[in-house]
């Protein structure tokens, strides 16, 4: 989103209206990309939070103000990925417990799996290149800023992406056919 280079220049001289403005602008947007990537309404608002607190913090050192809107998504984008691995650390199940899960589980039908769950799959890079260029419609030369890869290594992660989430949804629905 192009803001108005006015008001992105003074957030970066220290405005907090200012600042809170472009953010309000940005809500939206920030709101579905965190779910997108964290899955929970709460972790979403949480990495939101973080990364506002972070760009705000920052915002002086921000060089070019056009490229505000690829810098606050950018913050966002590593503080999801911060909150998930954080999120996976483990705490183990009693033995007991963990039996009586595994003897559950046996009994479900296993349901196929959806977009959202196959792109989990991926690795960072290729999953964050699919959610910017499919779920936000980011021109390539964006997400390379975002992401700081060059134009030709996005490509490449969206090929391989696309590839990789069509395996997994063909195994899906095979896996699933062989179940009924």
Known sequence: MEHDISIVRQAIAGDKEAFEQLLILEEEKLFYTALSYVGKKEDALDAIQEAACKAYLSVGQLKQPEFFSTWLFRIL????????????KMIPYEERELLNRLQQEENVVVNPIDLSEAIKQLNHSQQMAIIL????????????????KPVSTIKTYLHRGKKQLKRELERSVTFNEKVI
């Open 133 to 148: 260029f499919y779920y936000y419609d980011l021109p390539m030369k964006d997400i390379s800023e975002v992401m700081e």
């Open 77 to 88: 984008i590593h503080e999801c990925y911060r909150l998930l691995k954080k999120g996976q």
